[in-house]
């Protein structure tokens, strides 16, 4: 009985996300044609397919370089990952990422298929903090050369306040998080604070748990072979190089002009932008603020059609890439809960195996035909 009236709410939530998507993916064509008009369609249709080819190629790559930062993130601490699963992993989160409201199911989805192949979600957190940590290093060093060009250079970029206060924003984001887990043993010895006095005991005590084997994962993933991290942290450079770098060819394909540093620091700022926007992948928000940082070098259609096409390439795409591989590796977690992945020992870390051949063995000291307590 309670199964048949809860379905009735998951239909009702089902349909709901589908309209949220709906509205996100139509918001993303009316915007642009609200800031162009209708010549829009006709710098779409002069579009040469050689940039759109370059394009593609290049977000596949920025697909394959996610998925190669993955296994070396995780180390093999999730048993043996090959670039095809590691990809298939990457793209299904990608594809949740664009598909809820602030990308709230990207985190979700990534830790809950780390979790079917025995990694917990405490030490996903940390793979999934070190994997954000280096995207913030990146864009704060690519700050700091935006502001040096800046400031040295005879440049005209609209809009050079942004930097500072972009910059600044960053590095307060960056302090804030640092600063919280470096004090996060002493912060939890602290009496709860008036939210976490809701929570029982046993539940304040069990977040304390995971908080710290997030700690303690994210300490081990720091702590990898330095040879590694730099292999991250250029993985990391090359993907964002290549992935804003496509405004700045929507751009030219447009016949419009403009400088590569003033596209990659509007893609910046209109993708923080965007986590405002109550609509999956941002929509509207993204659109209306790239399209306002073009516009004052390049006519409001021009600027337009480069919106239309780098978002095609950029979400578009990712939610038609990677609802594929959201179908089947979600549908096969639902399927089986516990996973397949889970119980296969050939997935499972050296430490996990060596526990369960020892879980498996009876003990020396109890009678063949009783059971074993513990003492």
């Not at 209306?288 to 600027?303: E, H, R, S, W």
Request: one cysteine or more.
């Amino acid at each position: 009985m309670a199964e048949r009236l809860d379905r009735p709410r998951r239909e009702r939530n089902l349909l709901a996300r589908w309209g949220w998507l709906g509205l996100a993916l139509s918001m993303a064509l009316v915007v642009p044609w609200l800031l162009g008009g209708e010549d829009v369609l006709d710098a779409l249709a002069d579009f040469p397919l050689g940039i759109l080819a370059l394009m593609l190629v290049m977000t596949v790559t920025c697909w394959n370089l996610n998925a190669l930062r993955l296994r070396l993130l995780l180390d093999g601490r999730a048993g043996r990952v090959g670039q095809g699963e590691a990809l298939a992993i990457e793209m299904a989160a990608k594809f949740a990422l664009c598909a809820t409201p602030g990308g709230s199911g990207g985190a979700v989805t990534l830790l809950a298929l780390l979790a079917r192949r025995g990694f917990p979600p405490s030490r996903g957190s940390a793979i999934f903090l070190v994997d954000q940590g280096c995207d913030m290093l990146f864009f704060l060093a690519m700050l700091g050369v935006l502001v040096s060009i800046s400031l040295g250079g005879n440049v005209t970029w609209p809009h050079q306040g942004l930097l500072a206060i972009a910059m600044l924003g960053l590095v307060g984001l960056m302090l804030l998080v640092g600063v919280s887990l470096l004090r996060l043993p002493r912060l939890l010895r602290q009496p709860p604070s008036i939210g976490l006095r809701r929570l029982s005991a046993h539940r304040r005590r069990w977040l304390a748990r995971r908080l710290l084997g997030c700690r303690r994962a994210l300490i081990a993933t720091l702590c990898l072979p330095p040879l590694r991290l730099a292999s991250i942290l250029g993985l990391c450079a090359a993907h964002w190089l290549l992935r804003y770098s496509l405004l700045y060819l929507a751009v030219l394909g447009v016949g419009g002009q403009a400088d590569w540093a003033w596209t990659f620091l509007t893609q910046m700022l209109a993708m923080a932008a965007s986590q405002i926007s109550i609509l999956p992948g941002g929509a509207g928000a993204a659109e209306l603020g790239v399209g306002a940082l073009l516009m004052p070098l390049m006519p409001a259609t021009q600027a337009a059609a480069a919106v239309v096409v780098w978002r095609l390439v950029t979400y578009h795409l990712y939610l038609l890439a990677g609802a594929p591989a959201f179908v089947i590796l979600v549908g096969r977690w639902l399927k089986h809960p516990s996973g397949p992945d889970t119980g296969n020992t050939s997935t499972l870390t050296p430490a996990s195996r060596q526990r369960s051949r020892y879980a498996r063995q009876p003990s020396a000291n109890a009678p063949p035909d009783s059971p074993r307590h513990p003492r």
